[in-house]
């Protein structure tokens, strides 16, 4: 490394550090400030602006700076702890909480502009190029209202326009603001005059042209692995803030117990995925004359490994089961479906077993499919007496009433309760119960 090199990561540190001090100081900032010293800050040229990203390796949340746009771009330490306390605030305001498979649906862009605009309304001295609902407008023309959910935000950006300078706003830009300019590509209109300098450009012509602010790099991550890192970064802050008289924000209160309601939720998962390892095969081999040893021909006996289990699924659909709900459970226990056992098949049942279908690769069903109507687990006892599969599971809200077990019934069974369900169930006596 050179002596240049050298001095520009120190610089970069000693103001990052000059920063993290004002933020010590300030009564307002200093719980935020325990959290900065609780994470890994990387200055990195090849990055966004800023961003917050997920160590794989470590298990940690990190914070990521482009030194060029850290020391230039931001004109004073006033923006940077703006900025810095913005990334933060992505953790602590629920966003790394999104599964994987909600992530693949959605515009990424569009999604990080709505986050945006839940945490700007909590922040002062933000650069200009921030996003902010003040200069938003929905396709109706009404101004973004405040304190939504990112959710909400994320469906009015669908047909938003922003308002910004018509220098920045580039092709489209009127030459004055009575509408006079180039055309926008494809219809021949200038953007519409939004005062002072500044048009109205649609969402999706802006975010073409214009990089986005900062870049948010943990979709790859487990939700736990998230959650748990989420839940080790406030409590070695708290540690931190433990020896000051600064309060916890509310907000940090309110994501920690978001983490652990969530963490209990994914208890179900590791349950019901515990009990499906315990059905797979033994990688113990044996010996068998129906198999020739590769080494020695037919006089000896070959290896072949033990049974593979057999699999079946038992879904209520009485309107205990959503049908989102039915496809979340299939996709945590598909790959153990397709290939820890021999055969997995999927049955659906309210009174009467009415569908049965065997597990392929990325196995859905389809929302036509799903029956209602009453419940009851007689019809699902006879097919597990009659089928004797290693493993049965059923999905089931718990209320329905009680059946008599044939002598012989296996206690191979596990009963996924969904939400809203009660675990007290009639048959709980049989197998294992795990709430979702």
Same mark, same amino acid.
């Given at each position: 490394?050179?002596?240049?090199?050298? #001095?520009?990561?120190?610089?970069?540190?000693?103001?990052?550090?000059?920063?993290?001090?004002?933020?010590?100081?300030?009564?307002?900032?200093?719980?935020?400030?325990?959290?900065?010293?609780?994470?890994?800050?990387? *200055?990195?040229?090849?990055?966004?602006?800023?961003?917050? %990203?997920?160590?794989?390796?470590?298990?940690?949340?990190?914070?990521?700076?482009?030194?060029?746009?850290?020391?230039?771009?931001?004109?004073?330490?006033?923006?940077?702890?703006?900025?810095?306390?913005?990334?933060v605030y992505h953790i602590l305001h629920k966003h790394v909480f999104i599964p994987p498979e909600k992530l693949e649906n959605l515009n990424k862009p569009q999604l990080n502009i709505a986050m945006?605009?839940?945490?700007?309304?909590?922040?002062?001295?933000?650069?200009?190029?921030?996003?902010?609902?003040?200069?938003?407008?929905? +396709?109706?023309?009404?101004?973004?209202?405040?304190?939504?959910?990112?959710?909400?935000?994320?469906? $009015? $950006?669908?047909?938003?326009?922003? #308002?910004?300078?018509?220098?920045?706003?580039?092709?489209?830009?009127?030459?004055?603001?009575?509408?006079? %300019?180039?055309?926008?590509?494809?219809?021949?209109?200038?953007?519409?005059?939004?005062?002072?300098?500044?048009?109205?450009?649609?969402?999706?012509?802006?975010?073409?042209?214009?990089?986005?602010?900062?870049?948010?790099?943990?979709?790859?991550?487990?939700?736990?692995?998230?959650?748990?890192?989420?839940?080790?970064?406030?409590?070695?802050?708290?540690?931190?803030?433990?020896?000051?008289?600064?309060?916890?924000?509310?907000?940090?209160?309110?994501?920690?117990?978001?983490?652990?309601?969530?963490?209990?939720? $994914?208890?179900?998962?590791?349950?019901?995925?515990?009990?499906?390892?315990?059905?797979?095969?033994?990688?113990?081999?044996? #010996?068998?004359?129906?198999?020739?040893?590769?080494?020695?021909?037919?006089?000896?006996?070959?290896?072949?490994?033990?049974?593979?289990? #057999?699999?079946?699924?038992?879904?209520?659909?009485?309107?205990?089961?959503?049908?989102?709900?039915?496809?979340? *459970?299939?996709?945590?226990?598909?790959?153990?479906? $397709?290939?820890?056992?021999?055969?997995?098949?999927?049955?659906? *049942?309210?009174?009467?077993?009415?569908?049965?279908?065997?597990?392929?690769?990325? *196995?859905?069903?389809?929302?036509?499919?799903?029956?209602?109507?009453?419940?009851?687990?007689?019809?699902?006892?006879?097919?597990?007496? +009659?089928?004797?599969?290693?493993?049965?599971?059923?999905?089931?809200?718990?209320?329905?009433?009680?059946?008599?077990? +044939?002598?012989?019934?296996?206690?191979?069974?596990?009963?996924?309760?969904?939400?809203?369900?009660?675990?007290?169930?009639?048959?709980?006596?049989?197998?294992?119960?795990?709430?979702?």
């Amino acid at each position: 490394m050179s002596a240049k090199e050298i #001095k520009v990561e120190i610089n970069n540190r000693e103001v990052f550090e000059r920063i993290i001090y004002k933020m010590v100081e300030d009564e307002n900032h200093h719980f935020l400030s325990c959290v900065l010293q609780s994470m890994n800050t990387y *200055f990195l040229n090849y990055t966004y602006n800023v961003g917050v %990203g997920f160590d794989q390796k470590l298990k940690l949340f990190k914070l990521v700076v482009n030194p060029k746009f850290f020391q230039e771009t931001l004109k004073d330490d006033k923006e940077r702890i703006a900025v810095i306390i913005h990334e933060v605030y992505h953790i602590l305001h629920k966003h790394v909480f999104i599964p994987p498979e909600k992530l693949e649906n959605l515009n990424k862009p569009q999604l990080n502009i709505a986050m945006d605009l839940v945490i700007n309304q909590l922040i002062t001295n933000l650069p200009d190029m921030c996003f902010f609902i003040e200069n938003m407008r929905d +396709k109706n023309g009404k101004a973004f209202p405040s304190n939504l959910t990112y959710e909400e935000y994320y469906d $009015l $950006l669908e047909d938003a326009e922003t #308002k910004v300078p018509k220098d920045v706003a580039g092709e489209g830009t009127p030459d004055d603001l009575d509408g006079e %300019g180039k055309p926008i590509p494809g219809t021949g209109k200038p953007f519409p005059s939004a005062g002072n300098g500044k048009v109205w450009v649609p969402m999706k012509e802006y975010t073409k042209t214009v990089k986005e602010f900062d870049a948010h790099d943990w979709s790859d991550a487990d939700v736990k692995e998230r959650l748990d890192a989420t839940r080790d970064l406030i409590k070695r802050a708290m540690q931190k803030n433990s020896t000051s008289h600064s309060k916890v924000p509310d907000f940090v209160q309110d994501c920690l117990e978001k983490v652990e309601s969530q963490l209990k939720k $994914l208890n179900y998962k590791e349950m019901l995925l515990k009990a499906l390892r315990a059905s797979l095969p033994s990688k113990d081999t044996m #010996k068998t004359w129906k198999r020739p040893s590769r080494r020695y021909g037919d006089i000896v006996k070959g290896n072949m490994c033990g049974k593979m289990p #057999k699999l079946e699924v038992y879904i209520d659909t009485s309107g205990s089961i959503s049908h989102e709900e039915a496809n979340e *459970f299939l996709k945590i226990t598909n790959n153990f479906m $397709l290939t820890g056992v021999s055969k997995a098949n999927v049955n659906m *049942f309210h009174t009467a077993l009415y569908f049965r279908e065997q597990v392929k690769k990325n *196995f859905k069903i389809e929302e036509s499919a799903f029956q209602s109507g009453g419940t009851d687990l007689t019809p699902v006892i006879e097919s597990i007496y +009659k089928r004797k599969p290693d493993l049965s599971i059923i999905i089931t809200d718990g209320y329905y009433s009680d059946v008599q077990l +044939k002598k012989g019934m296996t206690n191979a069974v596990v009963f996924v309760i969904s939400k809203g369900g009660t675990s007290e169930h009639p048959l709980k006596r049989l197998g294992t119960t795990v709430k979702y």
